[in-house]
Structure formats: C-alpha cells, structure tokens
C-alpha cells in the first residue's frame, strides 16, 4: 500500500511498511536538515534517498541532486516523486568502499546492507560514481544503513 505526504507544494508518495512517514516528517516537519544550506550553485549527493524526501526539498534550490538509493521498492517511490525535475539523477544501487553486489535485508525505510543476506543490488563507489557523473559535489547527506563497519 501506498500513502501519499503532503506538505505545502510538495507531495510525497511513502511505502506503508517500515516506518514510512518517519522521514518525510523529519525532514519537512521537524526540519532535521534546516542547518544545510542549499543553493543554486549546490551538487548535493543524497545517499540513502529512500522515497526522496530531501532530494526534492534539496532540489528546489540546488543546481543538480544525485539521489542514490538500493532499494527497489523505494525507488519506484522515489522515481514518481521526483518526476518532473529536470535536476535529479537517481542511481538504483548502494554505496561501498568497493564496486560490486552486496545483500540488501529488509524493507522501506529498515532496508539495510547485509553482506552475504537478502536480495543483490549493485554496489558503486562514491568516487567513481562522482567520475562517471562528471560532478563534483558540494554537499553529501548520507543516511544509510549497513555501511558503518
């Protein structure tokens, strides 16, 4: 099942399992990023972009937002809230020390890297990526679970 968010002009479609409304509450409600700065001139790496409630409040002021995010699920959620934005690249794998597959164990916003568990995603180091990107970023927000060592 599917809930849709809505917060002034923003409207966000979050999965029912987990915790789905944790996040877009966070960060529209209590305003857990109101210390970052965005600005038009800002490439913002959003890792761990779960349904992309900071990439599209990051979008509306950054010049590009590269949201990078493993679950598939979250994705498709992530891929329909930001259609329309010309800046948002999402790229559908989890970030690592080194490129390949990793298990990916749960579900929404519980979702976390497990290795040798789980469903294989692709796995992409954030300095290749920024290579192949050809961007440079200015601001990396990581919320991920199951990177820490």
Sequence with gaps: MVLRFRWGQISLEVSEEGEGFRAPYATFVADEYYFLDVGPKD????????VGDFTVKAAARAKLVVAVEPNPRSVELLRRNVR???????????????????????????AHVEPGRGDHVKVVALDDLMEELGVEPTLLKMDIEGADP
């Design 43 to 50: 490439v913002v790496i959003d890792a761990g972009a779960y």
């Design 84 to 110: 329309g934005l010309g800046n948002v690249i999402i790229v559908e794998a989890a970030l690592g020390e080194e490129p390949g597959i990793a298990g990916l164990e749960g579900s929404g916003i519980l």
